[in-house]
Every structure is written in C-alpha cells, then in structure tokens.
C-alpha cells in the first residue's frame, strides 16, 4: 500500500491530469465559437494556479467584490497536503507549462503561435471536442465550473493579473524556493 505522499507524488507526476485541466481551463478562454485566445504564458499560469488551488481563487473573487461561495472549495481542497502549494521559480506556477503546451499541440488540441514576445494559445475543433468530453466528466465538473469563473471574475491582461495575485497574494513570492505556501 502506499502512503499519502507517495500516492501526491505519482499524482503530481501524471501529466494527463495537468493537461486535462490546462485543456478545460483554454476552453473555458476560448469562447462558443472558439475564437478566443490566452495571450502569454504568464496569464496561463496564473489562471492555472487560481484553477489548481481554489482557497486563492475564492480570495481572489472576494477580493475582485463578487460571491466567493460560487467556488465551493471542500474541505479536503483546504487541508489536504496536495492542497499545499510549493514556490517554484517563477512564484506558485509550475516550470511545466512549455512541455504541457507542445503536448497539447502535438496531440492537436490546441496551437501555439508567437506574436513578438508572447505566446499564443488558442484551441482546434479536436480540442473543443475533447474539452467537451472532459467537462462531462464528473471528476472534472469543479474544474470546468471554476475556468467558467475565473473567465468571468479574472479574464485580465497578463501584466493585470500578475499584479493582482502579487498584491492580494503577497505569501506567494515572499517564500524561498521549495517552501510550502498556506492557503
């Protein structure tokens, strides 16, 4: 049998469920038709780190003045130790998102284009469809439920929302690399 921080490890490691998730979260951006795009890395990032730790996303939608039970954290979101967050090189967001991305674009479910120094994302009809697939998968309701939130409370410019989370979240960048953030 193993033990809860080797079960957190093997999760942390599984890419499918990163990439389900950053797929649900670029839907959600991506609007009925498609269309719409995440414009930069840093907004993709810090849109999955409000996605991936709901207690920030509750704060932040407090902070932004709405109703921050929409988000209906549970209990084991709060005090689970996969509910902790560790500081990474670039604040609480993950190094991964660059191999997350050519994965998905690989597999053709989204594209990825430059314009100047910013990256693009935007989603493939086979993306939308897979998307779709997961939204109606019962693991993946509070995901899909909280991106449709995070468009609606938080759909800022990168710069914004970097500024946003440093300023309500000051916690996430005071802290050394590798130390626990609380929520």
Same mark, same amino acid.
């Given at each position: 049998?193993?033990?809860?921080?080797?079960?957190?490890?093997?999760?942390?490691? *599984? *890419?499918?469920? =990163?990439?389900?998730?950053?797929?649900?979260?670029?839907?959600?951006?991506?609007? %009925?038709?498609?269309?719409?795009?995440?414009?930069?890395?840093?907004? &993709?990032?810090? +849109?999955?780190?409000? +996605?991936?730790?709901?207690?920030?996303?509750?704060?932040?939608?407090?902070? $932004?003045?709405?109703?921050?039970?929409?988000?209906?954290?549970?209990?084991?979101?709060?005090?689970?130790?996969?509910?902790?967050?560790?500081?990474?090189?670039?604040?609480?967001? *993950? =190094?991964?998102?660059?191999?997350?991305?050519?994965?998905?674009?690989?597999?053709? +479910?989204? =594209?990825? =284009?430059?314009?100047?120094?910013?990256?693009?994302?935007?989603?493939?009809?086979?993306?939308?469809?897979?998307?779709?697939? +997961? %939204?109606?998968?019962?693991?993946?309701?509070?995901?899909?439920? $909280?991106?449709?939130?995070? %468009? $609606?409370?938080?759909? &800022?410019?990168?710069?914004?929302?970097? *500024?946003?989370?440093?300023?309500?979240?000051?916690?996430?960048?005071?802290?050394?690399?590798?130390?626990?953030?609380?929520?």
């Amino acid at each position: 049998m193993s033990t809860l921080p080797e079960i957190v490890n093997h999760l942390e490691g *599984d *890419d499918s469920l =990163h990439l389900g998730r950053l797929l649900v979260l670029i839907d959600a951006f991506a609007g %009925k038709a498609g269309e719409q795009k995440i414009e930069g890395l840093t907004k &993709l990032a810090k +849109l999955d780190f409000l +996605l991936r730790y709901p207690a920030f996303l509750e704060r932040a939608i407090r902070v $932004r003045g709405s109703d921050a039970s929409q988000v209906k954290v549970e209990d084991f979101e709060r005090n689970s130790i996969e509910a902790r967050m560790v500081r990474f090189k670039y604040g609480p967001w *993950d =190094h991964r998102y660059r191999r997350f991305l050519n994965t998905l674009a690989g597999r053709g +479910l989204i =594209h990825v =284009h430059t314009a100047g120094r910013t990256v693009i994302i935007g989603q493939t009809q086979r993306g939308r469809s897979a998307a779709e697939t +997961l %939204k109606n998968e019962p693991e993946y309701a509070g995901i899909r439920q $909280r991106a449709v939130l995070l %468009k $609606r409370h938080l759909n &800022l410019t990168a710069t914004t929302l970097m *500024d946003f989370i440093y300023e309500n979240f000051p916690e996430v960048a005071s802290l050394r690399m590798g130390e626990m953030i609380d929520q």
